[in-house]
């Protein structure tokens, strides 16, 4: 076996603690799952948690680091989002189980914002399918919509990345081969939670395009690790989500 075989056999095992090698069959992508770390999981779940019962919630972040991250601009999310009320329920490494345990867990008891913006996925998209990831999200929506029946809905596409080693090592072969795999399962998600959009309760918008220069490609600027927005990124989130955002909360 050459070495970028090696290489991405290795990725394929350790990129998951919810993968069971040797132990038995992988963990669905819509099963609750309490994420396994050193206890910083449990304690961003509490402050969410104590974020919910410490005053209204009028618009609400629910998602994995690239939500959590908007902390690293907080000058675009108050201009944007402060009069609202926000909630950034954001926790980094979040995949689809995790956020399914956190809602089981209270994170959604007793607040009612007018929106949550969802986004999704990008850390199943190596290990699950298209159709498993779309599925989760499914029960997701499903299960916002439970515990809040008044509450619309912003789906957002899975965002874009590329090209990475989260080391900041430089980017091999199988580095390439593994963004181009996860890409091509996002786009497939994202087009399957498009047929969420109802036009009223549910709005699925894909805002992919504007984190992408002319030759296709994420730049540095924007993303510079390929996967997480810097400020640019978080500025161009903003403003290209914002009319349909504004039109939600009215």
């Known amino acids: 076996m050459n ?4 290489l991405l056999l290795a990725l394929l095992l350790t990129s998951s603690q919810l993968t069971a090698h040797a132990a038995g069959p992988k963990l669905s992508a819509s099963e609750a799952f309490e994420k396994k770390d050193d206890g910083t999981f449990l304690k961003k779940h509490e402050a969410i948690l104590a974020r919910g019962k410490s005053g209204p919630v009028g618009l609400l972040f629910l998602g994995d680091s690239i939500t959590e991250r908007w902390k690293i601009a907080p000058h675009i999310w108050d201009a944007y989002y402060g009069k609202y009320q926000p909630a ?3 926790i980094g490494g979040d995949r689809t189980q995790n956020v399914i345990w956190r809602i ?8 009612s914002p007018k929106v949550t913006v969802l986004m999704l996925g990008t850390n199943n998209s190596l290990d699950y399918t298209a159709d498993e990831i779309a599925a989760a999200d499914r029960k997701i929506v499903d299960m916002i919509r439970a515990k809040l029946p008044q509450t619309k809905i912003l789906l957002l596409g899975v965002f874009p990345r590329g090209p990475r080693d989260p080391k900041g090592a430089p980017v091999t072969e199988a580095g390439v081969a593994e963004a181009a795999k996860r890409m091509q399962t996002i786009d497939a998600v994202n087009q399957d939670l498009a047929k969420l959009d109802d036009g009223k309760t549910i709005r699925f918008l894909n805002i992919n395009h504007v984190f992408l220069g002319q030759d296709g490609r ?22 290209a989500m914002q009319p349909t955002l504004e039109g939600m909360l009215k």
Not at 3 to 6: L, Q
Not at 218 to 236: C, E, K, R, S, V
Request: charged letters at 15%; zero cysteines.
């Open 3 to 6: 070495f970028y075989k090696s």
């Open 88 to 90: 950034n329920f954001g």
């Open 104 to 111: 089981e867990h209270g994170e959604l008891d007793g607040i």
């Open 218 to 239: 994420i730049p540095n600027t924007i993303m510079p690790d390929q996967l997480h927005p810097g400020a640019a990124g978080y500025q161009l989130w903003a403003d």
